[in-house]
């Protein structure tokens, strides 16, 4: 396995004249810094501010015959300090995929792994598939506690989170949450938030995207609840509205180096953000994103500015 300077290095070569080219200031800082931690609330325990999601192209991928990509990917969090992996049994081959290649990379400790269970359809969730669904997790993770299992997308909160809170409570499982990524369903989530026990909850926040400041973040910092930030770059939509332009040059007050880290940093300045997952399938974006969780963050003010600048773009 490549340690770090012998993967940038290698990198550095590689993207001579691509897309994404590593320019030397943003090299020199992945060089020269590590990535922040913060606390989950209910335990005090740190994990790494930026980590790893599996929908989108990681998922595409997955499908596919030639995953050693995502190899390559994962072997680029975890060897430069990130841990926390976020994927769902939903996404396709995702789940099992990464469970094959992280014990393959002798990985499993190492990983911070949150998936989630979802069988309700429309309505009612059966317990005995939603208990199915997390025993297949347990057989592709190959470990015997999970760190994080959340409902996803809210659904049958009282059948799929009562199976979870058993399981914690039987140490199978380590944090218990829900998501949900529409702004529309905020008021279902803060409820099950000031109702049941969490620890985590997941949610979409960009800096074009910013309503889970007015209810969710508030209320996840007044109960104690650690919040996983999904979608930090709204999909495509940020980048099709930043297409062929420039990093401001403010940007350099806090150590964004390329657009990615301008939106990874803008989510991670909120305080009430624990961790970022946001996807990719390309070692170059997955070493890229974790330079926005590397040195100084944007206040108050500066991130003020850099709403005012992504208003100002024109929308797709």
């Known amino acids: 396995m490549m340690n770090r300077r012998e993967w940038l290095r290698l990198t550095a070569a590689a993207t001579a004249g691509a897309a994404l080219t590593m320019n030397p200031r943003l090299l020199e800082a992945l060089r020269t810094q590590t990535i922040l931690t ?61 469970g094959d290649i992280v014990n393959e990379l002798g990985a499993r400790d190492t990983v911070f792994w949150a998936t989630k269970v979802n069988v309700a359809r429309s309505g009612d969730a059966d317990p005995a598939a939603a208990r199915e669904q997390i025993e297949t997790s347990f057989q592709r993770i190959r470990k015997p506690q999970i760190d994080c299992i959340q409902v996803h997308n809210l659904g049958d909160i009282p059948t799929q989170l009562g199976i979870l809170k058993e399981l914690k409570a039987e140490g199978r499982v380590r944090y218990i949450g829900t998501t949900v990524t529409n702004e529309n369903r905020y008021g279902e989530l803060a409820a099950v938030m000031r109702n049941e026990p969490l620890d985590f909850i997941g949610v979409d ?112």
Do not use: C
């Not at 209910?42 to 790494?48: A, F, Q």
């Not at 501010?49 to 680029?76: C, K, M, N, P």
């Open 38 to 98: 913060r606390p989950i609330p209910s335990t005090g325990e740190v994990i790494p501010i930026v980590g790893l999601g599996s929908s989108a192209t990681f998922s595409q991928v997955a499908r596919s015959e030639d995953v050693s990509a995502l190899r390559e990917v994962l072997s680029t969090l975890f060897e430069n300090g990130g841990t926390v992996f976020d994927t769902a049994p939903s996404y396709g081959a995702s789940e099992e995929v990464a």
């Open 205 to 316: 926040y960009a800096v074009d995207n910013t309503e889970a400041e007015n209810m969710i973040f508030p209320l996840a910092q007044e109960r104690g609840i650690a919040v996983m930030v999904y979608v930090p770059f709204g999909r495509t939509r940020l980048w099709n509205r930043v297409s062929g332009r420039e990093v401001p040059e403010y940007a350099a007050e806090f150590g964004a180096n390329s657009w990615a880290q301008f939106f990874l940093k803008f989510v991670l300045s909120h305080p009430a953000v624990t961790v970022v997952t946001p996807a990719t399938s390309n070692p170059r974006n997955m070493l890229d994103n974790l330079g926005g969780g590397m040195g100084a963050m944007p206040d108050a003010a500066m991130r003020r500015r850099m709403i005012a600048t992504v208003d100002a773009l024109p929308t797709a």
